[in-house]
């Protein structure tokens, strides 16, 4: 059986997604394909730039599907036992499939592993997303190891254990495909943004651990389909932040933690007034809305 499927979702950029396809074809000592979800793409990619990817396979839908389901339907047409989900925008070290696959094969109880995660655009530093590994506190705000909030570490070898974490980022992630599956996948109204930490929350509930393996490693330019500050992006956040909490804690876990975390964005919202950050009090506002 194939050991791999590699899932890009795609929206447009073919520089970036050239460097990424090339960096994944460099890949070695394992037997991978790779799925190209073109979901609502403003440019259209012709089979002859891809010609030199041997094996490439493009599903091709005319709407927007998100990140969520342009993954959902590249899981569904998988030939691999594992998937691995991988942003546009993002690299790979040739190896870096090869010990993520290991990691899992290693392990039956591991339902999926990310790879140590730097920066393209500040090399030598930790990715924004998930860094070294992501965790999330007891009100649903995640963090990771090298980044805290906005401040974000330099890599010198601080997280190089392979650790068990609460979530790893979709920039760059490994699954087990049967276990994706019989999760129910990513949640498809999420859109973007926390669907891949909604998802190994699920992990978790069904008994599953979740790890990161630093020997293998991923470069992220990050933002470049949905910029770091649009509107869009901290709307996303905010309300799949709150539908996240309510899908997966239990009624006395929400009634403890969920009142205390609606203070925590009300003061948000409050300071973002104050400081002029109209776009983050009003993204608050319409989360809760939802």
């Given at each position: 059986?194939?050991?791999v499927?590699a899932i890009i979702?795609h929206?447009g950029?073919?520089?970036?997604?050239?460097?990424?396809l090339?960096?994944?074809?460099?890949?070695r000592?394992?037997e991978?394909?790779a799925?190209?979800?073109?979901n609502?793409?403003?440019?259209?990619i012709?089979?002859?730039?891809v010609?030199r990817?041997?094996?490439?396979r493009?599903?091709?839908?005319?709407?927007r599907?998100?990140f969520?389901?342009?993954?959902?339907?590249?899981?569904e047409?998988?030939?691999?036992?594992?998937?691995?989900?991988?942003n546009?925008?993002?690299?790979?070290?040739?190896?870096?499939?090869?010990?993520?696959s290991?990691?899992?094969?290693?392990?039956?109880?591991?339902?999926?592993?990310?790879?140590?995660?730097?920066s393209?655009?500040?090399?030598?530093?930790?990715?924004?997303?998930?860094a070294?590994?992501?965790?999330?506190?007891?009100?649903g705000?995640?963090?990771?190891?090298?980044r805290?909030?906005?401040?974000?570490?330099?890599?010198?070898g601080q997280?190089d254990d392979?650790?068990?974490?609460?979530?790893?980022?979709?920039?760059?992630?490994?699954?087990?495909?049967?276990?994706?599956?019989g999760?129910g996948?990513l949640?498809?109204?999420f859109?973007a943004?926390?669907e891949?930490?909604?998802?190994?929350?699920?992990?978790?509930?069904?008994?599953?651990?979740?790890?990161?393996?630093?020997?293998?490693?991923?470069?992220?330019?990050g933002?470049?389909?949905?910029?770091?500050?649009?509107?869009?992006?901290?709307y996303?956040?905010?309300?799949?932040?709150?539908?996240m909490?309510?899908?997966n804690?239990g009624?006395?876990?929400l009634?403890r933690?969920?009142?205390?975390?609606?203070?925590?964005d009300?003061?948000?919202?409050?300071g973002s007034?104050?400081?002029?950050?109209?776009?983050?009090?009003?993204?608050?506002?319409?989360?809760?809305?939802?």
């Open positions: 059986m194939l050991r499927s979702p929206a950029g073919w520089d970036i997604l050239l460097k990424c090339t960096s994944l074809y460099r890949s000592d394992v991978f394909e799925i190209i979800v073109e609502g793409s403003f440019e259209r012709e089979e002859e730039q010609r990817f041997p094996g490439l493009i599903l091709r839908f005319e709407r599907l998100g969520a389901g342009a993954c959902n339907r590249g899981a047409a998988a030939a691999g036992k594992h998937l691995f989900l991988l546009n925008d993002a690299e790979v070290e040739p190896d870096t499939i090869y010990i993520l290991e990691a899992l094969e290693s392990d039956n109880k591991l339902a999926a592993c990310q790879p140590k995660i730097l393209l655009r500040n090399p030598g530093r930790f990715d924004y997303s998930s070294c590994g992501g965790e999330i506190d007891v009100y705000f995640p963090f990771a190891r090298g805290l909030f906005e401040t974000i570490e330099d890599d010198v997280y392979c650790s068990e974490i609460f979530w790893g980022a979709g920039a760059a992630l490994m699954i087990r495909r049967d276990i994706f599956l999760s996948g949640e498809e109204p859109f943004h926390m891949e930490i909604d998802l190994q929350w699920r992990f978790h509930l069904m008994g599953f651990s979740v790890k990161v393996v630093p020997q293998a490693v991923a470069h992220h330019l933002a470049a389909t949905i910029g770091y500050d649009s509107a869009a992006k901290l996303l956040n905010h309300r799949n932040n709150l539908a909490l309510a899908r804690y009624f006395r876990s009634a933690y969920f009142p205390v975390r609606l203070l925590f009300l003061a948000v919202m409050i007034v104050f400081r002029l950050e109209l776009k983050r009090s009003l993204a608050v506002l319409r989360a809760w809305g939802w």
